[in-house]
């Protein structure tokens, strides 16, 4: 991977709050907590909201999910008035750290994940990680633009895949 100016960039740590594009204020806050308000807000998607089969269907896959990833990973939640409307997580694997994030559908295209993921890179160079990848579905241009705007190079690139990454 080349060395960029972006490499050594400092993320927002979090609690952050923001307006978002649609003029709601939202918070950004690391999370250990209760699992169900993340279970109610991922209960919530729809089909076109999953990708790699994550979320799992049926509210016991989801609780059992979202419990591991409380329990095994670094988590940050948004928050709109007190319900969860977004979810990122970096889970240590080796020296790496793998990267997911979520949305909720209503709240999409409106600035949030971008935030979102940045607070949660923030959160990782608060705890001392150095390295994270993710992947991607090669057809989802919208998560690759927003990951390749936060400093991720694509490392490797299958038909339905490409994993990306970047130093932290």
Avoid at 153 to 161: H, I, K, P, Q, V
Wanted: a negative charge; proline letters at 6%; zero cysteines.
């Amino acid at each position: 991977m080349a060395t960029s100016a972006d490499e050594v960039r400092q993320f927002p740590r979090p609690p952050v709050t923001f307006t978002d594009q649609r003029s709601r204020t939202v918070d950004i806050e690391a999370y250990d907590g209760d699992p169900s308000p993340l279970v109610a807000m991922y209960a919530q998607f729809d089909h076109e909201s999953r990708a790699q089969g994550v979320p799992p269907r049926g509210e016991r896959q989801i609780r059992e999910w979202v419990e591991t990833l409380l329990a095994e990973g670094l988590n940050v939640v948004v928050w709109h008035d007190e319900t969860a409307v977004g979810h990122a997580v970096l889970i240590p694997e080796g020296e790496s750290s793998e990267l997911a994030i979520f949305v909720h559908p209503e709240y999409q295209s409106a600035g949030i994940g971008t935030r979102l993921i940045e607070v949660l890179l923030g959160h990782g160079q608060a705890n001392g990680l150095d390295h994270v990848w993710l992947a991607v579905e090669r057809t989802n241009h919208v998560a690759m633009k927003l990951y390749d705007g936060v400093g991720f190079e694509t490392r490797l690139r299958d038909r339905a895949e490409h994993e990306m990454e970047r130093p932290l």
